[in-house]
């Protein structure tokens, strides 16, 4: 770990406070937010739920490490390693359980028909659980070329995925009642607008730049997409489920009404 100036110590420190905060609230939210939605859809509310209490936790111990590995300066201005390592492998535990349930939470919105949702939910959470496993061997090695060729077989799984939403689920997608159907659309693109993001900060090493702000220019970035594709995702979903609820409900009545009605 480099040097660092006050100000990015404070910004790394604060971008995990906010995305800790961020987490808490959501968790809330999708878990009061489960009964404004029709029964056969709190499913994927409960699955946003697990997804935001797990990065929640990991946040917070993300948190307590950042703050134990550094020390204000002796004497100056800014804060010098302590000697405790930072540890980052929270957030590959983190994916491995919250990224399969991603990707289940969008197919679980869709209420499918049942054989055809558990094959996608399975496939799509195997490929998940891979792209992470495979992806850390990677992250940790020490060269470059290690890290290429880890980082190249993670990305197959990831290719899979990303092709399996835009053919199968795209079909699925047309049957989907149309006040959802821009809403699901909308969840995928920030599906891989966001996971597309981590890729990227991968590569970071390869591009030869280190130092402080390598370091602050990742944990931050982090923070942004994790905020975007967990709680922002779960947000959409829950924007899914409600329309299909009041595309659901009979004449006159609301989307709540409907759904307190049924869930009781
Ligand atoms: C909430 C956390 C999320 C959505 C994390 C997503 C992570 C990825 C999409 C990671 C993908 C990777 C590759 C495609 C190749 C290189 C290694 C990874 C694991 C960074």
Redesign the pocket.
């Known amino acids: 770990m480099p040097e660092l100036s006050s100000f990015q110590y404070s910004l790394v420190y604060n971008a995990f406070s906010f995305t800790f905060a961020a987490m808490f609230a959501s968790f809330i939210f999708f878990v009061l937010g489960r009964q404004n939605v029709a029964p056969k859809y709190r499913g994927a509310l409960v699955m946003s739920a697990l997804v935001v209490a797990v990065?929640g936790y990991h946040y917070f111990r993300i948190f307590e490490s950042w703050s134990s590995a550094f020390i204000p300066a002796e004497g100056g201005a800014g804060f010098v390693p302590s000697g405790t390592a930072f540890n980052d492998a929270y957030r590959y535990v983190?994916?491995l359980l919250?990224?399969p349930l991603?990707t289940a939470e969008l197919v679980a919105v869709l209420a499918l028909p049942r054989k055809q949702s558990n094959s996608l939910t399975a496939r799509l959470a195997i490929a998940a659980g891979l792209?992470?496993i495979l992806?850390y061997p990677?992250?940790v090695a020490d060269d470059n070329v290690t890290r290429a060729v880890w980082?190249f077989i993670?990305?197959l799984p990831?290719v899979y995925i990303v092709w399996t939403l835009f053919t199968e689920l795209g079909e699925a997608m047309q049957r989907q009642p149309e006040e959802a159907r821009v809403l699901i659309r909308n969840a995928r693109l920030l599906l891989l607008g966001?996971?597309g993001f981590?890729?990227i900060?991968?590569m970071v090493p390869f591009l030869g730049i280190a130092g402080a702000s390598t370091v602050v220019a990742i944990q931050v970035g982090y923070c942004i997409?994790?905020v975007a594709?967990?709680c922002g995702y779960g947000l959409l979903i829950y924007s899914i489920a409600r329309a299909k609820t009041a595309a659901e409900a009979p004449e006159g009545v609301s989307a709540t009404e409907y759904a307190v009605a049924a869930g009781d």
């Open positions: 990065a983190d994916w919250t990224v991603l792209m992470i992806g990677g992250e980082g993670s990305t990831f966001t996971w981590y890729p900060v991968y997409a994790d594709a967990k």
